[in-house]
């Protein structure tokens, strides 16, 4: 990812509280703020293969916390919305 450090100071740093998936969760938010997200075809990323099933398995493990997390936080924000309605008295 390639970015300007004023959409840094727009949308926030990366969710640390997450295992995985920060970036998927950043982007999201910069899209919601308008941010244009945009592929390029001519950026290459050269990232490590994993060297062993053992490996594998921990970035499964590492990856499924980090969607078990982000889906905790939005079931999170439902509650507290769903009880201020009720408070409201709905």
């Known amino acids: 990812m390639i970015t300007w450090a004023k959409n840094f100071d727009l949308v926030g740093l ?3 509280k997450l295992f995985s ?3 998927t969760e950043w982007g999201l938010r910069a899209y919601k703020q308008g941010i244009n997200i945009t592929y390029s075809e ?3 990323v050269k990232h490590p293969a994993r060297k ?3 490996e594998l398995l921990m ?8 969607v078990v997390a982000v889906s905790f936080q939005k079931a999170k924000r439902f ?8 408070q409201l008295g709905h």
Request: hydrophobic fraction near 35%; charged fraction near 25%.
């Open 59 to 66: 970035k499964a493990r590492r990856v499924a916390g980090g």
């Open 21 to 23: 998936g920060g970036d």
């Open 14 to 16: 990366f969710n640390e």
């Open 52 to 54: 062993s099933v053992r």
């Open 79 to 86: 509650q507290s919305m769903n009880k201020l309605y009720l």
């Open 42 to 44: 001519n950026i290459i």
